[in-house]
C-alpha cells in the first residue's frame, strides 16, 4: 500500500500522509502489465494506471513491468508533486530489477521537477544521494542537490538525506571538515538512535583515518552504547588498543567473550587477548569454541579445566563438564559424552546444567540404539524437578520403546512418565490397536481428534477413526481485496489499537525502501509490547502492504492473547 499512502498524500496537498492504518488493502487481483510487455508498450506506456496496480505487480516480483506502470503514471501526473511520486517508486521498481543506472536516472528527473519542498522531492533527493554512495560516487551524491534543495528538504527523510551527504564527504575524506556534517546532525534533538550511531560510526572512521585512535574511541564508545553490537566493541577494543590504553582494551575484549560468546567476533577476541599474552578464562573461552563448532578446541580447553575443578565440583565445574560433554556428543564421540553428562547430574545435582545433562545424555543413548536404558533415563528426567525439558522427556520415555517395536513397555513407560497430551494420546492409541485392543485405541482417537482439531495429531487421528481415508477436502477463494475488519480484530483483542506516528516508516515505503520501513515499525513495537500497541502497528504495518511484519505482529498479538494457533 506504499504507493496508494504516496499519491494520496500527493493529492491531499498534506504535509503528511495520512496514518498507515486507515489505507485500504491492496487489490492482489487488479490486472497489469506482464512482465513480458510487448515493445511498443515498454517504449511508450500508453495509459496511466492505478498506484495499486503497480504496487501489485511490484509485489509479485514483476519489476520491470511495475516500473513501465509508473512511467506512465509519471506522464500523464496532473500535478508536479505526483509525478515526482511516481517517478520514485519507478525508480525503486528499476533497483529492484537489477537497474541501478536506470534508477539514477529517474532519480535525476524527479529531483529536477520543481515542487515547492514537497515531500516527495525529499524522497527523491535522499533516494539518489543513497545511490549514488552506494555506487561509489561521493562526489555526485554531492552535487546532486542545489543548496537550496537541501535547506527545504522537509519530513522524516529529510535527516536521513542529509545523512547520506555526510556520509559523502567522510567518503571524499580531504574535504576539509569532512566530520563537521556529522558532527551537525548528531546535534539534531529528532535524531533517531540507528542515525545516531551511524554518524558516530562515521565520524571514528575519519578520525581512524587520520590516526587520531583516541579521538576514534570516543565516538565508537557512543555508538556501542546504542547498538551494543559484538562488532563495535570489537572495534572500540581496537582503537583503545591503538590509542595505548591496554586495561581498557582488555576489559572490551573479555565483554565480548562473556556478553558474546556465539559471535565470531568472540572467537577474534580470544584470538586478541592471546596474542597480548593475557590470560582468557577457561570456561568462557571452551564456550567461544563450543558455540563457534570448534570442537577439538572445546575439548582441548574445557577437558583439563574441567579436572581442575573435580576435586569440589560446583557451578564452575558444572558449567565446563556440561560443555565438554556438548562438544563430545556434538562431534560424534557419544561414547564419551554420555558419562561426561551423567557425572554433572550425579555430582551437581541442583545445576541448571544437571537437568540439560540428563536429557543429552539420554538423547545420545537413543541414539546409541539401547531403548530400555534410554527410556529409563527419560522417565527419571520427567519425574524429576520440573524443567525446561520435562514434557520432552515424558513423550520419548515411551515413544523409544515403541519406536523399537516393544509397544506394552511403551504403555508402562508414558505412564510411569505421566505422560499426557494429544501427542500421547495418538501414539498411545497407536500402540494399543497394535496390540489389539481396538477398542481403547478409537477412544484415544476420538479424545487427540477432538482435543487438537486443527493439530497433526488431531488430524491423524481423525484420519485413523475414518479407517485411513480423510474426505477430499473443499477450498474457498480468498477475497484478497476484501478490506480488514478492525473493529471484529478490537473485539476479538479485548483492547483498542493504540494510535502510533508511523510518518517515518510511511516515508520509507514511499520510497520504495521497505527494508528501512520494516525496521522503523519494529522500533516502534518492540517484543513484549502491549496488546494495544501491538495491534496498533499490527494495522500500521498492514496499511504499508509490509505483509510480513504484520504477520509478526499477529503472531504477537496470538502469543500475547495466550491462545494456540489454532
Known amino acids: 500500500m506504499a504507493a496508494s499512502l504516496v499519491f494520496a498524500a500527493a493529492c491531499g496537498g498534506s504535509s503528511k500522509p495520512a496514518p498507515a492504518g486507515t489505507a485500504s488493502a ?9 512482465a513480458t510487455a510487448s515493445p511498443t508498450a515498454t517504449a511508450s506506456p500508453a495509459r496511466a494506471t492505478t498506484p495499486d496496480t503497480a504496487a501489485a505487480l511490484r509485489r509479485r516480483g514483476q519489476f520491470e513491468a511495475a516500473a513501465i506502470q509508473y512511467a506512465a503514471q509519471a506522464a500523464s501526473a496532473e500535478t508536479p508533486r505526483l509525478r515526482v511520486a511516481a517517478l520514485v517508486l519507478a525508480a525503486a521498481a528499476h533497483y529492484e530489477a537489477g537497474d541501478p543506472e536506470d534508477a539514477i536516472a529517474r532519480l535525476r528527473t524527479a529531483v529536477s521537477v520543481e515542487t515547492g519542498g514537497a515531500l516527495e522531492s525529499t524522497r527523491a533527493l535522499h533516494l539518489l544521494a543513497l545511490r549514488l554512495n552506494e555506487a561509489g560516487r561521493p562526489r555526485e551524491a554531492i552535487d546532486s542537490a542545489t543548496p537550496g534543495q537541501v535547506a ?17 564527504y567522510i567518503a571524499l575524506g580531504a574535504e576539509p571538515g569532512s566530520a563537521d556534517q556529522w558532527g551537525a546532525l548528531l546535534k539534531q534533538p529528532t535524531l533517531s538512535p540507528d542515525l545516531a550511531e551511524r554518524g558516530n560510526r562515521a565520524i571514528a572512521a575519519s578520525r581512524a583515518a587520520l590516526g587520531d585512535h583516541a579521538s576514534q574511541a570516543i565516538f565508537l564508545e557512543r555508538a556501542l552504547a546504542i547498538s551494543g553490537d559484538a562488532a563495535t566493541r570489537f572495534s ?16 572490551e575484549f573479555g565483554a565480548i567473550i562473556t556478553t558474546t560468546p556465539g559471535s565470531r567476533f568472540a572467537h577474534l577476541a580470544v584470538i586478541a587477548l592471546r596474542d597480548l599474552g593475557e590470560a582468557v578464562d577457561a570456561g568462557a573461552e571452551g564456550l567461544v569454541y563450543y ?21 569440589e565440583p560446583g557451578e564452575a565445574w558444572a558449567f565446563a563438564t556440561y560443555y565438554l560433554a556438548a562438544s563430545y556428543d556434538d562431534s560424534g564421540l557419544v561414547g564419551e559424552a554420555i558419562p ?10 541442583r545445576s541448571p546444567y544437571a537437568h540439560r545433562a540428563i536429557l543429552w545424555a539420554a538423547r545420545a543413548s537413543e541414539r546409541e540404539g539401547d531403548a530400555t536404558a534410554t527410556s529409563a533415563r527419560y522417565v527419571v528426567l520427567a519425574i524429576g524437578t520440573a524443567g525446561e525439558f520435562s514434557d520432552e522427556a515424558s513423550f520419548r520415555a515411551g515413544y523409544v520403546l515403541y519406536a523399537a517395536a516393544e509397544p ?57 477413526l475414518a479407517g485411513g481415508e480423510m474426505a477430499a477436502p473443499t477450498y474457498a477463494r480468498r477475497a484478497l481485496g476484501r478490506e480488514v475488519d478492525w473493529t471484529a480484530l478490537a473485539a476479538w483483542a479485548g483492547a483498542a489499537a493504540e494510535t502510533i506516528d508511523t510518518w517515518v516508516a510511511e516515508e520509507f515505503a514511499a520510497a520504495g525502501l521497505t527494508d528501512p520501513a520494516r525496521v522503523a515499525l519494529y522500533q516502534l513495537c518492540s517484543a513484549g509490547a502491549s496488546i494495544e500497541r501491538t495491534l496498533g502497528c499490527l494495522r500500521a504495518a498492514t496499511g504499508l502492504g509490509l505483509t510480513d511484519v504484520a504477520l509478526r505482529f499477529a503472531v504477537r498479538l496470538r502469543i500475547a492473547k495466550g491462545v494456540t494457533w489454532a
Not at 152 to 160: D, N, W
Not at 292 to 305: G, K
Not at 443 to 449: F, K, P, V
Open 340 to 349: 561426561v553428562y551423567d557425572s554433572v547430574a550425579a555430582l551437581t545435582p
Open 26 to 34: 491492496p487489490v492482489e487481483d487488479t490486472p497489469g502489465t506482464s
Open 236 to 251: 572500540l577494543a581496537e582503537a583503545l588498543l591503538n590509542a595505548g590504553d591496554r586495561p581498557a582494551a582488555i576489559r
Open 291 to 311: 558455540r563457534r563448532s570448534l570442537y577439538a578446541d572445546a575439548i582441548r580447553v574445557l577437558r583439563p579445566f574441567s579436572e581442575a575443578l573435580a576435586a
Open 152 to 168: 527545504s528538504a522537509s519530513g522524516p527523510l529529510a535527516l536521513y538525506f542529509l545523512a547520506e551527504r555526510a556520509d559523502a
Open 408 to 464: 506394552t513397555a511403551a504403555l508402562a513407560a508414558w505412564k510411569a512418565a505421566g505422560a499426557e497430551g494429544p501427542r500421547v494420546d495418538f501414539w498411545r492409541a497407536r500402540a494399543l490397536a497394535g496390540l489389539g485392543n481396538v477398542v481403547e485405541a478409537r477412544q484415544l482417537y476420538e479424545i487427540t481428534a477432538r482435543t487438537d482439531r486443527f493439530g497433526f495429531y488431531g488430524i491423524e487421528a481423525a484420519r485413523e
